[in-house]
């Protein structure tokens, strides 16, 4: 039986897996992102809250940097990479990573959006793509988050989603560099979710 639930998990590794809301696509990363994604991406309010994070200062780094990401996946099965497209204009506003998978039942997540799309319920709907995607195909008990604890609307965004405080981890590796963070977790079952509040 566990031997048939590893396949499945496994399985799920062999492509990127596009996921579509009302207003998003989630999918892939490619070379054609580039260039936008940066453009947001090294917006210093947008970096505000992420640690410290390499950015690529050529087009052969990005291209090597978008292999790397779709690569995580693919071959090395660490973690889903999904670059946020807005629907209607195919613009590339976002990112949302699920990875740090530990026994196959339990994953982080994190994401960042570009400043001009804040406040519009974006983040919201692609989380909620990822976390389906999360429980429902890769049959994940638990999806945690580190969020530093200055960062509130990050905080507001995950218990609106459901998320519960776990508490502070103390000077915590976060984006290359030493933060105390706070630890969010949602769990498969609702009813446990309730329980810890």
């Known amino acids: 039986m566990e031997m048939l639930e590893n396949m499945k998990f496994n399985d799920h590794f062999k492509e990127i897996p596009v996921l579509e809301s009302k207003r998003l696509i ?6 054609d992102d580039i260039e936008p994604y940066m453009a947001f991406f090294t917006d210093r ?4 809250y992420l640690g410290s ?15 790397n990401l779709n690569g995580r996946c693919l071959k090395s099965k660490l973690v889903f990479t999904w670059c946020i497209e807005w629907k209607d204009s195919g613009e590339v506003i976002g990112r949302c990573d699920l990875g740090g998978f530990i026994r196959k039942s339990m994953a982080e997540i994190s994401y960042y959006l570009s400043r001009a799309m804040w406040n519009q319920g974006i983040m919201t709907e692609a989380l909620k793509l990822v976390l389906d ?8 008990h638990r999806i945690q988050a580190c969020v530093l604890p200055q ?6 965004l995950l218990e609106k989603l459901g ?18 963070v706070l630890m969010l977790s949602i769990l498969a079952n609702p009813m446990q979710n309730d ?3």
């Open 163 to 180: 998320f519960q405080q776990e508490g502070l981890l103390r000077q915590y590796d976060y984006g290359n560099e030493f933060h105390d």
């Open 53 to 67: 994070i390499l950015i690529p200062k050529s087009r052969e780094d990005a291209q090597r940097w978008i292999d």
């Open 26 to 31: 989630l999918r892939p990363f490619g070379y």
């Open 133 to 140: 995607f999360g429980f429902q195909d890769l049959n994940l």
């Open 45 to 48: 309010k947008v970096q505000q």
């Open 195 to 197: 329980e810890i509040a």
């Open 151 to 156: 960062n509130i609307a990050s905080l507001h």
